[in-house]
């Protein structure tokens, strides 16, 4: 029963998250048939994570996750949120219109992920690392997923668009299939004192620290990797090449990291999760910084480079969630994840509307060693909490 429920709910995520990408992996696609100014096309990608900050700050406050069926939430935001992939194709692409549609979609997501985990964690507690990494690399998967349908489908935007609604719609259908964990908690209202405990609470505190930390590097990268991978390789090749190339480069460096969760979690569940929280934060602000001096160089190189970075950037991201749900009261967990994945959400909106500009005004190098500051910070915030646990 528990393989069953977990491997529909990690099916259902990757199928769900499809959507998160779509308009990152379709842009240069899109930029052929219309002109798309830096800030509509900024817009575009980032209000999806500002669409899922609002929705997480909903799931948050209002405890849906903890008080009712979090597979019906599932599957009814998954529906809502192919709704509103969908009618991008009947409205004008690029417009305000359109910018709307993606906020809306990131909204709808948030009742996907941070719902998700809380159906994760109530199947196990020794073993929590590898149920969230399974998760989270089902997020991962979704995630790069955009940029293989993108790839597949050639300048098609639209084939693109409809491919992921259509998987988002499977996802509903799939998580219904799934049931509840034995240490699934539910709680009759929403209790406000979770507002406060994520900052009172010294070691919860920590790993929302070192989550923003992670999350100041992972979407600018994921959201950006295929424009950044294609303008390093017009140094060696014609645009059209370098385009077509960056959308497989983004999805193998963005989908190989979903190898890593998993296993990662095992890690995690014996070495302690901030330990390989500090690990991943050490090798991903590394590669940002290889990123850098790679630019521009050998194709091969460059590539093998940024598939390095989508390894490492990924993985401690299950723990981050993990370790919330292990310091969390049973019956606030969905709602401090829900409440942590928003706060680092809302970083990413500016991180992501920041990328290109910085790109355009002092070159991608600069930009990767800026995101490399965001796992130096985690790492910091990790080292403290592990201090607290040996001072016990």
Not at 118 to 134: P, Q, S, Y
Request: glycine share 8%.
């Amino acid at each position: 029963m528990k393989a069953k429920s977990i491997t529909l709910l990690v099916l259902a995520e990757v199928a769900a998250m499809t959507l998160w990408f779509v308009s990152s992996a379709t842009l240069v696609d899109l930029q052929k048939e219309i002109e798309l100014s830096a800030l509509k096309s900024a817009l575009l990608v980032s209000t999806v994570p500002a669409g899922f900050v609002i929705g997480a700050l909903y799931v948050a406050m209002s405890g849906i996750a903890d008080r009712y069926d979090p597979r019906r939430v599932f599957a009814l935001a998954a529906l809502f949120a192919a709704a509103a992939n969908a009618l991008q194709l009947i409205i004008e692409p690029g417009g305000n219109i359109s910018i709307a549609l993606r906020l809306a979609t990131g909204f709808f997501l948030a009742g996907v992920y941070p719902v998700g985990m809380k159906i994760a964690v109530g199947w196990g507690r020794e073993d929590r690392g590898w149920l969230v990494g399974l998760l989270v690399g089902g997020l991962t998967l979704g995630s790069a997923a955009p940029h293989l349908l993108a790839w597949m489908g050639g300048s098609n935007w639209q084939l693109t668009t409809v491919l992921a609604s259509v998987l988002a719609v499977l996802a509903a259908v799939l998580v219904m299939f799934s049931t509840l964990g034995p240490y699934h908690a539910a709680q009759a209202t929403m209790n406000p004192r979770m507002i406060t405990l994520a900052w009172t609470h010294k070691k919860l505190r920590r790993a929302f620290l070192g989550y923003l930390g992670h999350m100041w590097e992972l979407y600018a990268l994921w959201a950006w990797i295929a424009p950044a991978a294609a303008a390093s390789y017009r140094f060696q090749t014609t645009a059209d090449n370098a385009a077509e190339l960056s959308k497989l480069t983004a999805f193998i460096a963005i989908a190989s990291g979903a190898l890593l969760c998993p296993f990662a979690g095992r890690i995690a569940d014996k070495i302690g999760k901030a330990e390989l929280t500090i690990l991943a934060m050490t090798l991903s602000g590394s590669a940002a910084l290889l990123a850098a001096v790679s630019f521009g160089g050998p194709m091969p190189l460059v590539a093998v480079v940024f598939v390095f970075w989508g390894l490492a950037v990924i993985p401690d991201s299950a723990q981050f969630s993990a370790m919330v749900a292990d310091l969390s009261p049973g019956e606030m967990a969905g709602s401090l994840m829900s409440l942590q994945t928003a706060l680092g959400f809302a970083l990413t909106i500016f991180t992501v509307q920041m990328t290109p500009f910085v790109a355009e005004l002092f070159g991608w190098p600069v930009l990767f060693c800026i995101l490399a500051l965001g796992p130096a910070v985690g790492v910091a915030s990790m080292l403290g909490l592990t201090r607290m646990r040996l001072q016990r």
